[in-house]
Protein backbone atom coordinates (compact mmCIF):
# COMPACT_ATOMS: atom_id res chain seq x y z
CA UNK A 1 0.00 0.00 0.00
CA UNK A 2 1.32 3.46 -1.03
CA UNK A 3 1.58 5.22 2.31
CA UNK A 4 0.49 9.19 3.30
CA UNK A 5 1.29 11.80 0.33
CA UNK A 6 2.13 15.48 0.55
CA UNK A 7 2.54 18.51 -1.71
CA UNK A 8 4.25 20.17 -2.04
CA UNK A 9 7.28 19.28 0.24
CA UNK A 10 8.93 23.03 -0.12
CA UNK A 11 7.16 26.14 -0.40
CA UNK A 12 8.69 29.55 0.55
CA UNK A 13 6.16 32.62 0.42
CA UNK A 14 6.09 36.09 1.47
CA UNK A 15 4.25 37.47 4.48
CA UNK A 16 0.22 38.00 3.98
CA UNK A 17 0.48 35.50 1.06
CA UNK A 18 -1.58 32.70 1.35
CA UNK A 19 -0.70 29.19 1.04
CA UNK A 20 -2.48 25.76 -0.22
CA UNK A 21 -1.14 22.19 1.02
CA UNK A 22 -2.30 18.54 -0.07
CA UNK A 23 -2.34 15.37 1.47
CA UNK A 24 -3.43 11.92 -0.01
CA UNK A 25 -4.32 9.48 2.51
CA UNK A 26 -3.57 5.58 2.46
CA UNK A 27 -6.06 3.96 0.41
CA UNK A 28 -9.11 2.82 2.56
CA UNK A 29 -8.22 5.56 5.53
CA UNK A 30 -11.26 8.11 5.68
CA UNK A 31 -9.65 10.08 8.27
CA UNK A 32 -6.80 13.33 7.78
CA UNK A 33 -5.51 15.13 10.58
CA UNK A 34 -3.07 17.92 10.45
CA UNK A 35 -0.50 19.24 12.37
CA UNK A 36 1.67 21.89 12.67
CA UNK A 37 5.05 21.54 14.08
CA UNK A 38 7.47 23.78 15.04
CA UNK A 39 10.78 23.58 17.31
CA UNK A 40 9.53 25.58 20.56
CA UNK A 41 6.23 24.20 20.27
CA UNK A 42 6.49 20.42 18.94
CA UNK A 43 3.72 18.65 17.41
CA UNK A 44 0.49 20.83 17.51
CA UNK A 45 -2.84 19.79 16.70
CA UNK A 46 -4.67 22.03 13.39
CA UNK A 47 -8.08 19.87 12.70
CA UNK A 48 -9.75 16.20 11.93
CA UNK A 49 -11.55 15.37 8.61
CA UNK A 50 -13.77 12.22 8.10
CA UNK A 51 -15.70 11.86 5.79
CA UNK A 52 -15.32 15.40 4.64
CA UNK A 53 -16.59 16.85 8.06
CA UNK A 54 -14.09 18.95 9.97
CA UNK A 55 -14.58 16.24 13.76
CA UNK A 56 -12.48 18.11 15.41
CA UNK A 57 -10.07 21.27 15.89
CA UNK A 58 -6.93 22.69 17.71
CA UNK A 59 -6.54 26.30 19.26
CA UNK A 60 -5.20 27.92 15.67
CA UNK A 61 -6.44 31.01 14.30
CA UNK A 62 -9.15 31.12 11.88
CA UNK A 63 -6.63 31.95 8.78
CA UNK A 64 -6.07 28.33 8.88
CA UNK A 65 -8.71 26.44 7.30
CA UNK A 66 -8.83 22.91 5.54
CA UNK A 67 -11.13 20.58 3.86
CA UNK A 68 -11.40 17.16 2.66
CA UNK A 69 -12.51 15.67 -0.73
CA UNK A 70 -14.90 12.38 -1.63
CA UNK A 71 -11.58 11.09 -1.70
CA UNK A 72 -10.54 11.43 1.48
CA UNK A 73 -7.93 13.57 -0.02
CA UNK A 74 -7.20 16.68 1.93
CA UNK A 75 -6.08 20.08 1.36
CA UNK A 76 -5.26 22.69 3.89
CA UNK A 77 -4.89 26.59 3.26
CA UNK A 78 -3.55 29.83 5.28
CA UNK A 79 -4.37 32.75 4.62
CA UNK A 80 -2.51 35.94 5.69
CA UNK A 81 0.79 34.13 6.06
CA UNK A 82 2.67 35.43 9.18
CA UNK A 83 6.66 34.80 9.39
CA UNK A 84 5.33 32.67 12.71
CA UNK A 85 3.66 30.39 10.53
CA UNK A 86 7.17 29.36 9.09
CA UNK A 87 6.28 25.49 10.12
CA UNK A 88 6.59 21.62 9.04
CA UNK A 89 3.20 20.66 8.10
CA UNK A 90 2.14 17.21 8.59
CA UNK A 91 -0.92 15.61 7.52
CA UNK A 92 -1.64 12.16 9.06
CA UNK A 93 -4.25 9.67 8.37
CA UNK A 94 -5.68 6.36 10.06
CA UNK A 95 -9.13 4.05 9.47
CA UNK A 96 -10.43 6.64 12.16
CA UNK A 97 -14.25 5.61 11.83
CA UNK A 98 -16.12 4.49 14.97
CA UNK A 99 -14.77 1.26 17.10
CA UNK A 100 -11.62 1.31 15.08
CA UNK A 101 -8.35 2.35 16.17
CA UNK A 102 -6.75 5.93 15.66
CA UNK A 103 -3.35 4.97 14.66
CA UNK A 104 -2.00 7.73 12.48
CA UNK A 105 0.45 7.18 9.46
CA UNK A 106 2.08 10.46 8.80
CA UNK A 107 3.18 12.26 5.64
CA UNK A 108 6.99 13.43 4.99
CA UNK A 109 5.15 17.16 5.58
CA UNK A 110 5.58 20.58 3.73
CA UNK A 111 8.04 23.10 4.79
CA UNK A 112 6.52 26.47 4.67
CA UNK A 113 9.20 28.96 4.98
CA UNK A 114 7.56 32.59 5.25
CA UNK A 115 10.02 35.45 4.51
CA UNK B 1 -5.38 21.54 28.34
CA UNK B 2 -3.85 17.88 27.80
CA UNK B 3 -0.40 17.89 28.53
CA UNK B 4 2.12 14.82 27.61
CA UNK B 5 5.94 15.19 29.67
CA UNK B 6 8.25 13.16 27.71
CA UNK B 7 11.88 12.53 29.54
CA UNK B 8 14.01 12.33 28.83
CA UNK B 9 14.65 15.07 26.48
CA UNK B 10 17.74 14.28 24.66
CA UNK B 11 20.54 10.90 25.35
CA UNK B 12 23.63 10.46 24.30
CA UNK B 13 24.65 7.17 24.37
CA UNK B 14 27.43 4.33 23.06
CA UNK B 15 26.03 1.34 20.69
CA UNK B 16 25.13 -1.52 22.31
CA UNK B 17 23.71 0.36 25.60
CA UNK B 18 19.80 -0.34 26.29
CA UNK B 19 17.73 3.11 25.79
CA UNK B 20 14.54 3.79 28.20
CA UNK B 21 12.35 7.13 27.89
CA UNK B 22 8.93 7.39 29.65
CA UNK B 23 5.75 9.85 28.98
CA UNK B 24 3.74 10.64 31.70
CA UNK B 25 0.24 12.43 31.88
CA UNK B 26 -2.32 13.91 34.12
CA UNK B 27 -4.86 12.42 31.67
CA UNK B 28 -6.09 9.17 30.94
CA UNK B 29 -5.46 7.98 27.60
CA UNK B 30 -7.02 4.76 25.73
CA UNK B 31 -4.40 4.30 23.42
CA UNK B 32 -0.53 4.97 23.67
CA UNK B 33 1.68 5.46 20.73
CA UNK B 34 5.40 6.10 20.23
CA UNK B 35 6.58 7.61 17.02
CA UNK B 36 9.75 7.61 15.44
CA UNK B 37 11.15 10.91 12.93
CA UNK B 38 14.15 11.20 11.41
CA UNK B 39 15.40 14.54 9.80
CA UNK B 40 13.15 15.68 6.77
CA UNK B 41 10.83 12.93 7.11
CA UNK B 42 7.35 12.90 9.16
CA UNK B 43 7.07 10.67 12.09
CA UNK B 44 6.97 6.85 11.49
CA UNK B 45 4.76 4.49 13.97
CA UNK B 46 6.61 1.99 16.38
CA UNK B 47 4.71 1.19 18.46
CA UNK B 48 1.01 1.07 19.51
CA UNK B 49 -0.52 0.01 23.07
CA UNK B 50 -4.70 -0.42 24.11
CA UNK B 51 -4.82 -2.05 27.27
CA UNK B 52 -3.69 -0.96 30.70
CA UNK B 53 -0.28 -3.10 31.35
CA UNK B 54 -0.25 -4.10 27.72
CA UNK B 55 3.34 -4.83 26.73
CA UNK B 56 4.09 -5.10 23.00
CA UNK B 57 7.46 -5.35 21.53
CA UNK B 58 8.72 -4.39 18.03
CA UNK B 59 12.19 -6.18 17.31
CA UNK B 60 14.81 -4.33 19.22
CA UNK B 61 11.67 -2.16 21.14
CA UNK B 62 9.43 -2.69 23.87
CA UNK B 63 6.70 -0.14 25.17
CA UNK B 64 4.27 -1.00 27.86
CA UNK B 65 1.08 0.86 28.94
CA UNK B 66 0.76 1.91 32.17
CA UNK B 67 -1.97 0.45 34.58
CA UNK B 68 -2.85 3.99 35.85
CA UNK B 69 -3.22 4.84 31.64
CA UNK B 70 -1.64 7.99 32.61
CA UNK B 71 2.21 6.80 31.40
CA UNK B 72 3.85 4.80 29.00
CA UNK B 73 7.47 3.66 28.56
CA UNK B 74 9.85 2.50 25.19
CA UNK B 75 12.76 0.50 25.88
CA UNK B 76 15.53 0.49 23.01
CA UNK B 77 17.59 -2.92 23.66
CA UNK B 78 21.57 -2.83 21.74
CA UNK B 79 21.04 0.20 20.15
CA UNK B 80 22.92 0.89 16.77
CA UNK B 81 23.56 3.98 14.93
CA UNK B 82 20.47 3.32 13.00
CA UNK B 83 18.15 4.31 16.41
CA UNK B 84 19.26 8.01 15.96
CA UNK B 85 16.16 10.26 15.80
CA UNK B 86 13.71 11.95 18.06
CA UNK B 87 11.07 9.61 19.59
CA UNK B 88 7.57 11.26 20.38
CA UNK B 89 4.68 9.69 22.44
CA UNK B 90 1.13 10.01 21.99
CA UNK B 91 -1.80 9.60 24.24
CA UNK B 92 -5.25 9.26 22.32
CA UNK B 93 -8.71 8.92 23.86
CA UNK B 94 -12.16 8.42 21.40
CA UNK B 95 -13.48 11.75 21.78
CA UNK B 96 -10.64 13.43 20.68
CA UNK B 97 -11.37 11.70 17.06
CA UNK B 98 -8.57 11.94 15.27
CA UNK B 99 -6.41 14.56 17.39
CA UNK B 100 -3.57 12.68 19.18
CA UNK B 101 -1.54 14.62 21.97
CA UNK B 102 1.93 14.53 21.79
CA UNK B 103 4.93 14.86 24.10
CA UNK B 104 7.81 17.19 23.03
CA UNK B 105 10.16 13.91 21.93
CA UNK B 106 13.38 12.43 22.98
CA UNK B 107 16.24 13.02 20.71
CA UNK B 108 18.54 9.87 20.64
CA UNK B 109 22.27 9.96 19.61
CA UNK B 110 24.04 6.73 19.43
CA UNK B 111 28.01 6.73 19.05
CA UNK B 112 29.33 4.13 16.99
Known amino acids: KAGVTQTPRYLIKTRGQQVTLSCSPI?????VSWYQQTPGQGLQFLFE???????NKGNFPGRFSGRQFSNSRSEMNVSTLELGDSALYLC??????????????FGPGTRLTVT | GQQLNQSPQSMFIQEGEDVSMNCTSS?????WLWYKQEPGEGPVLLIA?????ELTSNGRLTAQFGITRKDSFLNISASIPSDVGIYFC????????????FGDGTTLTVKP
Open chain 1, 92 to 105: ASSLGGPGLTYEQY
Open chain 1, 27 to 31: SGHRS
Open chain 1, 49 to 55: YFSETQR
Open chain 2, 27 to 31: SIFNT
Open chain 2, 49 to 53: LYKAG
Open chain 2, 90 to 101: AGHKPVNAGKST
